[in-house]
């Protein structure tokens, strides 16, 4: 079976196969699509503030239902509870949301801040928010200390999953994120193990 994504992207799945549970090899091509629509999505978003809520709602709807599908399909998620969780999330997450995807891809560099180029993981995290019109300071210690607190089941889409050394951007289902990941990586869609679920914590940057 063939999974099409826009023009660009065909993926093909095997009838029956189980999919892994964690962070999967993303074709180049892929990563292309989702960082490239993901990007135009951040801008219609962006030029919409000035438009009603309901108008707001169905701004670039059809591109973000696509990459919802992608990544879950890439992480083995519901895409239906993808999708929905995506839509209803108020804007400035969503833009935090999609810049961060806007970087799949990226290279991974230590104290790198540059984004489209090389970043590391809190130079990430702060580019999405930035994006949405919220500073916050570079240092995954200093994102977690100065953002509240949050439970894993009420995270929403662009809070912040920290552990020490590491930090990461919610893809609002509690163990769905993006990340720029340490070692010869790029930035990447993931999904946290079970078992490391615990060592993490939620805080958001708008509380």
């Known amino acids: 079976m063939a ?15 189980a999919q892994p549970a964690a962070a999967v ?10 960082a490239t629509t993901s990007r135009e999505i951040a801008l219609e978003l ?23 599908g992608l990544v879950a399909y890439l992480l083995d998620a519901d895409a239906d509870r993808l999708r929905q969780v995506w839509s209803a999330a108020p804007l400035v997450r969503k833009i935090a949301l999609f810049s961060a995807l806007s970087q799949v891809g990226v290279p991974y560099r230590t104290n790198a801040d540059a984004p489209f180029i090389a970043l590391d993981c809190s130079a990430l995290t702060r580019f999405a928010w930035a994006q949405a019109g919220v500073d916050i300071e570079r240092g995954s210690q200093y994102q977690y200390a100065q953002s509240t607190r949050v439970s894993r089941d009420t995270a929403q889409v662009g809070d912040l999953v920290w552990y020490p050394g590491h930090i990461m951007l919610s893809l609002g289902v509690p163990e769905l994120i993006v990340h720029a990941r340490s070692g010869e990586r790029s930035v990447e869609v993931h999904r946290i193990d079970s078992t490391r679920m615990s060592w993490m914590r939620w805080v958001s940057p708008l509380e």
Do not use: K, M, Y
Not at 3 to 17: E, P
Not at 25 to 34: E, N, S
Not at 46 to 68: F, K, M, P, T, Y
């Open 46 to 68: 962006r030029r919409s503030d000035q438009l009603s809520w309901v108008e707001q709602h169905a701004v670039a709807g059809r591109q973000i239902n696509e990459v919802a």
């Open 25 to 34: 090899p993303v074709t180049d091509r892929a990563a292309v699509w989702i």
């Open 3 to 17: 999974l099409v994504f826009s023009s660009a992207v065909v993926i093909t799945v095997g009838l029956g196969a």
